[in-house]
């Protein structure tokens, strides 16, 4: 067993990277791109690049980072005798697999290294070649990261002019926040792709269940790629050998336990300090360097994004985020960005970058690209708007009659309603082969498996579950934004999980998922301090997820459980209807703790009508 466990993580780690390579090509050295001002990217400058490997990195407790750094070269392979503008990237996949990761780590960085800039990739504390243990954005790694930048900045290095930007997806991109709230000496501009906001409710533990899609995929691929023998052993045997200890310790002391710990229904399960600490809404007040975010509606941190954009403009920091119909892979690998129109991945960065960091003058920067662009599912148009929230508008639909398991619609309408009820059986197994299976998982299962019709048509997935919709729309109806589905529950346990999916239903009876929510049931209590309200009415729940507010529904009672459904954009079309369906589980994305499971097993009822007025509240723009 002690020799099968490491080999599933390596084997996992190698099919994930695998399949990011078939499926998230990095066209950096495409055509050039024209915008409508005509900007047009700058041809490169110098004919190549050069890698010195395995920089030290003094910390201030005297832990010693590792990184790469990429020059600037001339034809011969010489690195470029001058100092240049710095882009880091902090990663904990370990810098070593940038060249085999296919997009997973991002763009290629000799787009940028041959127009002038220098490319610094630092192994975060406890991965790759760095000493220390890893412990998953501490406050002690998030230190790192403003000391990562204030060392680049650093006259002492020969290679830099003193002016740093920060690169990279994921783990990468939820540094920058990090280093940002820092306030390093240095730090011009920053560049997020699919960053979080709130780790527990982005991920972690989405109403209140655990993720056991993501996070253990996520663990495995830090583990597996943190127990490859350092390279640095060859060249500093003491230093490679102690960072390799420091790696298995970390996966003992660390990760395991968390898992342990969170699937037990221990401390980890629930909202607090951990959490708290490593979710950039901590510092994101203290952003102030222009930051370009890039979000994915099928993403795993689908709902943190546009918060974070949020934050960022309601503070008048220069900011810009463009959401695409893309999953993690997708969103990391910038696949797919070039059909917004502005360019590609690295085309933007160079933009980004130049304006920001080379500090070149780029007056139709604004104007070309608005704050917001986003792909609306339905109509398959790319839109901008000024803000994320603004012009939006809050619609109610309300849950009328009765509903049953594997038919018997119920009635979502606008109008009257009677009162009915709908049973949710316990189907461990819904949510199996739906587009939320493949967000869940980072988007490996749809590219692994890319021709079954479940990731496109989750009406065989609704069969396990009951479901509301309207009668098909006289004029299109659309929508931007979270969206709240309040429903009057009870339960024979007192607990129970609703999981719901808001759907696009075409004529032709296919049904689109357009975006997905979740809520324990005895998690149901509502912060409305830090709850979002459009109209008056909610339209983004806010839950504290902690020990102390899980409240089981008493014998008979019936109370109202609003689940916030993730953010999205969409247009239903003239003709097409509206849908909501609640199921009691979401496989394989979240699963009951253990001592929770139990409770899980059981029928819930879902009350609606006039007396028990179950709705659906969705921000319609105009």
Wanted: with cysteine; glycine share 10%; charged share 15%.
């Amino acid at each position: 067993m002690r020799r099968f466990v490491p080999a599933l993580v390596v084997a996992l780690v190698s099919s994930c990277i695998a399949l990011c390579v078939d499926a998230a090509p990095v066209s950096a050295h495409a055509a050039p791109t024209a915008v409508r001002s005509g900007w047009q990217p700058r041809p490169a400058t110098y004919p190549g690049t050069v890698t010195q490997t395995d920089l030290a990195i003094p910390m201030s407790d005297g832990v010693v980072l590792r990184g790469d750094l990429e020059l600037p070269a001339d034809a011969n392979g010489n690195a470029i005798d001058r100092r240049f503008p710095v882009i880091v990237t902090i990663t904990a996949y370990n810098k070593a697999s940038g060249s085999f990761s296919g997009g997973l780590t991002g763009g290629s960085p000799s787009y940028l290294v041959q127009r002038g800039y220098a490319q610094l990739t630092v192994d975060a504390r406890g991965t790759g070649s760095s000493e220390g243990q890893w412990a998953a954005f501490s406050k002690r790694e998030d230190q790192d990261a403003g000391e990562i930048v204030e060392w680049a900045h650093s006259r002492q290095r020969p290679w830099s002019n003193g002016n740093i930007g920060m690169s990279g997806p994921s783990y990468m991109g939820i540094g920058q926040i990090f280093a940002a709230g820092a306030r390093p000496k240095g730090l011009k501009a920053i560049f997020p792709q699919v960053p979080a906001d709130d780790v527990y409710r982005d991920v972690v533990a989405s109403g209140g269940q655990v993720d056991v899609g993501f996070i253990p995929l996520w663990l495995g691929l830090v583990t597996g790629t943190s127990v490859i023998p350092p390279a640095v052993a060859a060249t500093d045997p003491q230093s490679g050998f102690g960072a390799l200890v420091d790696h298995l310790t970390a996966a003992a002391t660390f990760t395991l336990p968390l898992v342990l710990d969170a699937m037990t229904g221990g401390d980890a399960a629930y909202d607090g300090e951990f959490y708290r600490d490593r979710s950039p809404e901590r510092v994101i007040d203290r952003v102030q360097v222009p930051t370009f975010l890039v979000g994915g509606e099928f993403d795993i941190f689908q709902r943190g994004t546009p918060l974070l954009f949020e934050s960022l403009q309601e503070r008048g920091v220069p900011v810009k985020m463009i959401i695409g119909p893309w999953n993690h892979l997708q969103g990391s690998s910038g696949e797919g960005i070039g059909d917004a129109g502005y360019g590609s991945l690295s085309e933007l960065q160079l933009r980004w970058f130049d304006r920001y960091v080379r500090g070149t003058p780029d007056p139709t920067l604004d104007t070309d690209i608005p704050p917001v662009t986003y792909y609306e599912q339905g109509s398959g148009e790319w839109t901008h708007a000024q803000r994320w929230m603004g012009d939006q508008h809050a619609e109610t639909f309300r849950l009328s009659g009765s509903a049953a398991s594997g038919g018997g619609i119920g009635v979502l309408t606008q109008g009257r309603t009677v009162d009915g009820r709908a049973i949710v059986p316990p189907v461990p197994v819904s949510g199996m082969c739906t587009r939320s299976t493949s967000q869940w998982m980072a988007g490996v299962p749809s590219t692994a498996l890319a021709d079954l019709p479940c990731w496109s048509n989750n009406a065989p997935n609704d069969k396990s579950g009951v479901v509301f919709q309207t009668d098909p729309g006289d004029t299109a109806l659309r929508l931007r934004g979270p969206i709240n589905a309040r429903l009057y529950t009870s339960s024979p346990s007192g607990d129970g999980m609703l999981s719901v999916s808001v759907s696009d239903v075409a004529p032709d009876g296919t049904v689109t998922r357009l975006s997905g929510g979740w809520q324990v049931i005895s998690q149901r209590a509502l912060d409305q301090s830090r709850s979002r309200y459009l109209d008056g009415r909610l339209i983004q729940p806010y839950h504290p997820f902690t020990r102390a507010s899980k409240k089981p529904l008493a014998a008979g009672e019936v109370a109202p459980v609003d689940v916030e459904v993730f953010p999205t954009a969409a247009r239903i079309a003239r003709g097409h209807r509206l849908r909501i369906a609640i199921q009691a589980f979401d496989a394989p994305h979240l699963l009951p703790s253990a001592p929770d499971l139990p409770s899980s097993l059981v029928p819930l009822t879902v009350r609606t009508g006039p007396l028990w007025p179950s709705v659906l509240t969705i921000p319609a723009v105009p």
